[in-house]
Every structure is written in C-alpha cells, then in structure tokens.
C-alpha cells in the first residue's frame, strides 16, 4: 500500500527557519517525481516545489523561491522541505504529493503537516 | 487569485447532478495540458478523482466524470450523495510557470 507521511511541521517565528519530511512506502521511491503542496487556512491549494525522481531538477512557485529547497534521499525514501526566512503568510499545511508514473496527475498524497508562523 | 477559477460553491439536493466549471489560460488548460481534479475531506489526504480529463482512479463511482473543452474542463457529479459534500480542486500543468497550477477550490453543499 502506498503511504506517505508528512512530519515536522509546528510553531516557529517569522524569520525563522523549519526542515519538514515525508517518509514514503509501499513504492520504489526512487522511480517517482514528487512536490509540496500547501493550504493555508481557509484558502485554496497552492503548489509550491517539484523535484525528479534523479533529485537532478527542482522547481519552485515564485512565493517561495530562493527561501525553500526541496531535496530527496532515495537510500531512507524520504523528500524534504528547508523552509527558510518564514513568513506568516507560510502558515499553512503543507502536503507531500506523488506524480503518477507517465502522467501529470498527483496520484498519492500524504495527510499533511501544520506550519505556523507567528510570534 | 488562483490561476485556474472555479465557482466558489455550489449545491444540490441528494439524487441530484452537480456540475463544477474550471477555466484556465494558454499556458496551461489551453496549451493542451490535461485536467485533473481532487476531493479534499477535512482531515484527510486530498483524493484524485480524475485524471487526463476525463479518467477515474480505480475505486471512484462513475458518478463522477469529467470533460475539457478548450481552455476550460468540467466535473459532473451523479446522483448526489450526502458524503459528497466535500472541497473540490482542478489542477493542470502551467508551461509558462513550470509547475502546477490549482483552482481556488469549490464547496459542494449537499442540501
């Protein structure tokens, strides 16, 4: 079975800096590209960050870029999130979600993990 | 101000069908890039409930369809249910973004 579990996410203060994961299982993780979604409260989805299967390629949404970095380590099957420079506007959950082989669709998705930023 | 817009909300009684518009742009919908939509319960991970357009994931009723036409896609929901009241989202690939895109997401009310 296909799982993905998100951790780390908690309490920090604006301008500070917070390592979120997302352990995967049930899959040959390696094979898979993968990103971070986020839902700020009461709004919408928003997609933040991609990386390949290879950890070769990253993308990022401009409202994030140059503070956080997506990275991977196929050996412990497990993506991560550095989030640096919080801002309240960060405050959210934030979702690990897989890219379905071939496709474009995000077939799998973790159940998330809050980030409050707030002093 | 979400790339994609979809309805706020909307509604129907049980039994009824339901329709959710999504309508994007020439660098995503317009582009030829597929549509896919996803169902968010409160608490629980989001679901994808079709992809490519018009294609269910093994496990999701064919009450559930969707269409595109252009710059814009559509999902129809058959026969409401009660547990159908949920947050619904289209997403598509932005070529001009080099990511994914959302809708702002749409409330179902079953009445």
């Known amino acids: 079975e296909v799982q993905l579990v998100e951790s780390g996410g908690g309490l920090v203060a604006p301008g500070g800096s917070l390592r979120i994961s997302c352990a995967a299982s049930g899959f040959i993780f390696s094979r898979y590209e993968m990103n971070w979604v986020r839902q700020a409260p009461g709004k919408g989805l928003e997609w933040i960050s991609y990386?390949?299967?290879?950890?070769?390629?990253?993308y990022y949404a401009d409202s994030v870029k140059g503070r956080f970095t997506i990275s991977r380590d196929s050996a412990r099957n497990s993506l991560s999130l550095q989030m640096n420079t919080l801002r309240a506007e960060d405050t959210a959950v934030y979702y690990c979600?897989?890219?379905?082989?071939?496709?474009?669709?995000?077939?799998?998705w973790g159940q998330g993990t809050l980030v409050t930023v707030s002093s | 101000q979400s790339v994609l817009t979809q309805p706020p909300s909307v509604s129907g009684a049980p039994g009824q069908r339901v329709t959710i518009s999504c309508s994007g742009g020439s660098s995503n919908i317009g582009a030829g890039y597929d549509v896919h939509w996803y169902q968010l319960l409160p608490g629980t991970a989001p679901k994808l409930l079709i992809y490519d357009n018009t294609n269910r994931p093994s496990g999701v009723p064919d009450r559930f369809s969707g269409s595109k036409s252009g710059t814009s896609a559509s999902l129809a929901i058959t026969w409401l249910q009660a547990d159908d009241e949920a947050d619904y989202y289209c997403q598509a690939y932005d070529r001009s973004l080099s990511g994914w895109v959302f809708g702002g997401g749409t409330k179902l009310t079953v009445l």
């Open positions: 990386i390949s299967s290879s950890g070769s390629t990253e």
């Open positions: 979600a897989r890219v379905k082989s071939g496709g474009l669709d995000f077939d799998y």
